[in-house]
């Protein structure tokens, strides 16, 4: 009886990883590649590497490095363009293999995936017989291997998938969860950033069976109680997050209630470009634009008011929000008049990836959105290592004092 | 005030300002029409203080001089529906009288001195153009104008005169349309940006048939225009419009004949296979064919191939096919002329005696 519970209880998450994803569907597709180097990037002056195959990791090249660099590590490497629609059709037959399994798969990008199986072992078997029947069935649709970890936790399993690439597959059974994690570094530590790493390196805690064997009140004191909650509860192997189908949001707002009436033009554009900044930003995140744009505003005491209109070009950015947010808000509220609530939902959201995009006659070089969109993503690397406030653009003036 | 009107010559006199009057507004009087009877006839004037507009009706038979204010969409909806050949309107005890044929009828009329005057505008420049010419060049334009919101003020038409052309130009952003007319006139440059509406409400106005003159004058902020004894006079959108010249190609590295009709037609069908999340068919010109692709995910594909006469090396190059049906339905000419270069910048099509069009190419194909 006890048991039948216990077994319940026990999740069962794989972490499946498509392996060096950009550049193995190059090689696949094109024989001649195989065996060599393939760099896949941005070309230009200023590109960065978004994948790199096994054999152009051995020269020093990986994700994110600058373009030119992998250049000078690895002259003789193929360079190439992404096909961001060829690796798409490819990422929707795996994500369809993984549908086969368990319809809890929150894909977290193209080429790797979150799959809760704990229900599905009836059917298919234990976690490490359905991960191998994943890795079977991705190799015989696509000719591309996936590495899977399996775990009782999402934290686990994802540090699982990538101990053992390629074609890794590592399971960690519950109750070995901190044992398995201890001889790793802290780095791998999901939310320890290089600010913290140094922070915990400082303390002594090198790997993160150091940082589990530590009190929870020393770790408190030194890097304070939110923090330490959730690094010694990772480093113990501990992480309830649940595997979240792919939601696909219909919207994404933003709203401020006042706690005095606003009548100030100023007060209030500071206002909406917060919002606008807050929106573009979990737009980034949740890798969407936006077609439609809408302002909600509420006159004391209660009449609300929408507006909104089409955009010509799907949006994320938070100039692009915010240009169409004023206009709106110039239109929805009368000069002068006191507002009691603020908010701005982007609506209507297609999927940023691979789609084709209609060019504009008169976009400069400096709006030209691949390169606005390579800033703001550097942006919002800045704000999830170092919050929120690190750093904001010029033209959105200061922060809100809070 | 007491009038007797010829019956149509009032209902196309009211129907000139009869469209004017806001809706909804926080003055409601200006949902009103000004009707002025002098000894030298009957006027009209409406404005929405963006832009006003004032026609005249000579068939009409002034006993008493007098202005009175009658409500636009009642009014207009009420001469719409008379029948008889003479109309008579007159002022009585704060109310307008309607009376036609056997029917009466009194509708509510404010002060008329609450009424806005009619704005009081010096030209800086002025132009004369055919009525009719004016009206083409408009239809070729002002289908590209912005409907949605854009970055640029470009949801008016640009009226540009220079060195003795007027020039026409509407755009959104993604196409640009452009007409011209010669005209005899040594006027320094002028240019204004004009509210889409104002000239939609000048088309209306005018018939398509109309072989008066129609005369456009450039002020600071306003513009009027004036044909026969209607004036219209509007506010202008703030005069931020783009470069536009510099998006026009110059030069191209291929350059394309294709009979009109026939890729209207193979475009029209093609299209409809198009997604509706992305409207794109993809051109690829090779030899002397043109092969048109579309593709929708969960509907089908579509391929069509026609003959062209290309000279060049050709190339692919992908559009929104709505865009470029826009343009081909007001086109004048039997054959086409399109200057391509590649897939990332604008083709230019040459799609009448003085109108050009300039489309910008879908990428990621």
């Given amino acids: 009886m006890r048991a039948t519970l216990r077994r319940v209880s026990v999740r069962s998450i794989l972490h499946a990883d498509m392996d060096a994803f950009f550049a193995a569907v190059e090689q696949r597709d094109d024989p001649t590649l195989r065996g060599k180097p393939v760099i896949v990037g941005g070309l230009s002056r200023r590109g960065v590497v978004s994948t790199a195959s096994y054999e152009a990791r051995r020269f020093g090249v990986h994700s994110a490095m600058p373009t030119a660099r992998a250049r000078a590590l690895c002259p003789l490497g193929v360079f190439l363009p992404p096909r961001m629609e060829a690796y798409a059709a490819v990422s929707a037959t795996v994500q369809a293999i993984f549908g086969r399994f368990t319809p809890l798969v929150e894909p977290l990008s193209l080429d790797e995936a979150f799959l809760d199986v704990t229900a599905s072992r009836a059917l298919f078997g234990e976690g490490r017989a359905i991960a191998a029947r994943i890795q079977r069935e991705v190799r015989d649709a696509t000719a591309l291997s996936v590495s899977v970890g399996v775990a009782p936790c999402k934290f686990v399993a994802k540090v699982a998938s990538d101990l053992r690439k390629p074609g890794g597959l590592v399971v960690v059974e519950p109750g070995d969860e901190a044992a398995f994690l201890a001889p790793l570094p802290v780095a791998r530590l999901w939310g320890a950033g290089p600010v913290m790493q140094r922070r915990l390196d400082a303390l002594g805690l090198r790997t993160i069976g150091d940082l589990a064997a530590t009190s929870l009140e020393s770790l408190t004191a030194a890097i304070g109680a939110a923090a330490a909650d959730h690094f010694f509860a990772l480093a113990r192997g501990v992480d309830p997050r649940e595997v979240v189908p792919d939601r696909d949001p219909l919207s994404i707002g933003r709203e401020t209630t006042f706690q005095d009436d606003l009548v100030d033009d100023e007060a209030i554009d500071r206002v909406l470009r917060n919002l606008c900044e807050s929106v573009a930003q979990r737009l980034r995140a949740e890798a969407k634009c936006a077609r439609v744009v809408r302002v909600k505003l509420r006159f004391p005491p209660f009449l609300t008011h929408g507006c909104q209109t089409r955009v010509p070009a799907a949006l994320d950015d938070e100039l692009g929000l915010l240009r169409v947010a004023r206009t709106l808000l110039a239109k929805g509220r009368p000069t002068g008049r006191p507002l009691r609530l603020l908010g701005v939902t982007a609506a209507e959201l297609e999927n940023r990836s691979a789609s084709p995009r209609q060019l504009g006659l008169f976009d400069s070089p400096s709006e030209d959105p691949a390169r606005v969109r390579r800033l703001t993503r550097a942006m919002d690397e800045l704000r999830e290592r170092f919050g929120d406030r690190v750093i904001r653009r010029g033209a959105l003036g200061d922060a809100p004092d809070d | ?365």
């Fill in chain 2, 1 to 365: 005030m007491k009038t007797l009107c010829d019956r149509q010559e009032l209902q196309d006199a009211f129907a000139v300002v009869s469209g004017i009057p806001p809706l909804k507004s926080t003055k409601p009087i200006l949902q009103n029409v000004l009707m002025r009877a002098a000894d030298d006839g009957v006027t009209f004037f409406a404005t929405d203080n963006e832009m006003s507009a004032r026609s005249a009706l000579s068939s009409v038979k002034v006993s008493e001089p007098g202005v009175i204010l009658l409500p636009a969409k009642e009014a207009a909806a009420l001469l719409r529906e008379l029948g008889d050949k003479t109309v008579a309107i007159q002022a009585k005890d704060g109310r307008c009288r309607i009376e036609c044929g056997g029917g009466a009828f009194d509708l509510l009329s404010p002060d008329a001195s609450e009424f806005p005057t009619e704005p009081s505008f010096t030209p800086e420049v002025e132009v004369e153009v055919a009525a009719k010419v004016f009206q083409a060049m408009q239809r070729m334009t002002s289908f590209a104008v912005a409907r949605e919101e854009t970055r640029y003020a470009i949801n008016g038409l640009l009226l540009d005169f220079v060195d003795g052309c007027l020039r026409m130009v509407g755009t959104d952003g993604r196409r640009l349309a452009l007409a011209y007319a010669n005209l005899p006139s040594n006027a320094q440059r002028a240019r204004a940006v004009v509210p889409l509406r104002a000239l939609q409400t000048l088309a209306k106005a005018v018939p398509g048939d109309n072989d008066e003159t129609l005369r456009i004058g450039f002020g600071k902020n306003q513009m009027r225009f004036t044909v026969g004894s209607i004036q219209l006079i509007s506010q202008l959108l703030e005069n931020r419009f783009p470069e536009y010249e510099q998006v026009i190609p110059k030069a191209a590295e291929s350059t394309i004949e294709i009979d009109r009709v026939e890729l209207e037609r193979n475009l029209r069908r093609v299209a409809i296979l198009a997604s509706d999340d992305v409207r794109m068919v993809r051109f690829k010109f090779s030899g002397n064919e043109l092969e048109m692709t579309a593709e929708s995910s969960n509907v089908g594909k579509a391929r069509q191939t026609m003959t062209v006469d290309m000279k060049g090396k050709g190339g692919s190059i992908a559009f929104n096919p709505d865009f470029l049906i826009d343009a081909l339905k007001v086109c004048e000419l039997d054959v086409v002329r399109m200057d391509m270069t590649d897939g990332s910048i604008p083709a230019k099509f040459t799609l009448g005696e003085s109108y050009c069009y300039v489309l910008m190419p879908i990428s990621g194909t």
